[in-house]
């Protein structure tokens, strides 16, 4: 006798009511496992908490050495932080808005004169944003950051006094935009003399020097992503030229005058290189609002920035 059942039984146990029914495998969720942070990405996370404070101490110290008392020193200090964190604060939030991955601003403490700091940087994920994200993100911290710095500049020149020029002082120079402020708010400076810039006028000037450096059209510089939301692929043709003109100065610069402050800005653009990573979407228009003021926006660098800013 055979033990086996028979093809029919066997059918019929299966087609049985009481059979289990078969389990798709792509319908039976999966568990997510979220991998732990590591050392190096809690480091990433966290350093931002602590370059801030020590970007603080740095200006706070380099304006005590500048204008030889601690309040002024502190004066400078907040003045110029405020308009960095308002700068940053601009990138970031837009990059919250538009859902673009965004670390916390790095500020970069120098505690060396005559600045104490070499601004701020906020890393982004590429490629996520569309055309219109990218462009507000890039746009909205120089924006936000020219806010304070003409009221620390409006505010500081009208507490400048005239003074009669030292070896011993530090001589810098005004972009147009400074010097239309100093001839409307500052006192008038006699032949001969020179202007005792208050900290906080002081301070709008380096944040000008700042806002205008972060607006040149290369690469993933402030002035890079408006000019790749504007132009596109074309831009990478604009920012190689316009990065073939800005090393020719500097070069000129160095020997003619000799003038080398510039080259190791120029090296860190050779090495970042002109060309912007493509965004999410590059169809998306941006309207003419914001392609006036993205620009009038680039165009500020002409009157933000001084080649020369400290004499040698």
Not at 160 to 188: D, K, N, R, W
Request: glycine residues 8%; hydrophobic residues 50%; aromatic residues 10%.
């Amino acid at each position: 006798m055979n033990d086996y059942p028979s093809e029919e039984r066997c059918v019929g146990a299966w087609s049985s009511p009481a059979a289990p029914e078969p389990i798709l495998a792509e319908l039976v969720p999966q568990p997510v496992v979220v991998p732990r942070r590591g050392p190096r990405s809690t480091f990433w996370r966290f350093l931002p908490l602590f370059l801030f404070p020590a970007t603080c101490l740095s200006t706070f110290f380099v304006g005590w050495l500048t204008f030889e008392t601690a309040f002024q020193g502190f004066i400078y200090s907040a003045s110029l932080m405020t308009i960095l964190l308002c700068h940053e604060m601009g990138h970031y939030v837009q990059a919250r808005r538009y859902w673009v991955p965004a670390t916390l601003p790095y500020f970069l403490p120098v505690p060396i004169p005559p600045i104490g700091t070499m601004g701020a940087v906020i890393a982004m994920r590429p490629g996520v944003g569309d055309r219109k994200a990218i462009f507000d993100i890039g746009i909205t911290g120089p924006l936000a950051g020219l806010v304070p710095t003409l009221i620390f500049a409006v505010v500081g020149l009208r507490h400048s006094v005239p003074m009669v020029p030292t070896s011993e002082a530090t001589h810098i120079g005004f972009p147009l935009l400074m010097q239309a402020l100093a001839s409307l708010a500052s006192p008038p400076v006699p032949e001969g003399m020179g202007l005792d810039m208050h900290p906080m006028a002081f301070a709008a000037w380096v944040g000008l020097l700042i806002t205008s450096l972060n607006l040149i059209p290369i690469g993933q510089l402030d002035g890079g992503h408006v000019l790749y939301a504007l132009l596109r692929k074309k831009a990478h043709r604009v920012a190689s030229m316009f990065l073939m003109a800005t090393t020719g100065a500097v070069v000129f610069l160095a020997l003619v005058y000799r003038y080398p402050i510039w080259i190791m800005m120029i090296l860190l653009l050779l090495m970042m290189g002109p060309k912007h990573p493509p965004t999410a979407d590059d169809s998306v228009p941006l309207g003419p609002t914001r392609v006036v003021l993205g620009w009038l926006t680039l165009a500020f660098v002409l009157v933000g920035f001084t080649p020369m800013p400290f004499a040698m």
